[in-house]
Nanobody, 117 residues
Framework: VQLVESGGGLVQPGGSLRLSCVASGFVFHLYGMGWYRQTPGNQRELVARISRENGDSTDYAASVKGRFTISRDNVENTLYLQMDSLKPDDAAVYYC??????????WGQGTQVTVFS
């Protein structure tokens, strides 16, 4: 299993970013997937998840609902997170993994999101 996240960066409050996660080593469309985030000294939290196969079911943490959109491309084996109206509290390292139960030991390097004024 390999999960490679990208798309993070520096953005001002109110700005947008689109994260990508390219997955390999498993049959991507068979698994529910999610985006997690972690800040220093805190545990990773699941912020968005999408169901297996056609991804017709999504769920979001209350803190990001209405601002973030998760999607998947099963042809490209890629998971996306569109983040709009970013806030300073959204600053974190973002990871993708299976969801709702993540695969411990298979975390990628993550992608850093920094929101600054």
């Amino acid at each position: 299993v390999q999960l490679v996240e990208s798309g993070g960066g520096l953005v001002q409050p109110g700005g947008s970013l689109r994260l990508s996660c390219v997955a390999s080593g498993f049959v991507f469309h068979l698994y529910g997937m999610g985006w997690y985030r972690q800040t220093p000294g805190n545990q990773r939290e699941l912020v968005a998840r999408i169901s297996r196969e056609n991804g017709d079911s999504t769920d979001y943490a209350a803190s990001v609902k209405g601002r973030f959109t998760i999607s998947r491309d099963n042809v490209e084996n890629t998971l996306y997170l569109q983040m709009d109206s970013l806030k300073p509290d959204d600053a974190a390292v973002y990871y993708c993994n299976a969801a709702p139960m993540s695969w411990e030991g298979y975390w990628g390097q993550g992608t850093q999101v920094t929101v600054f004024s």
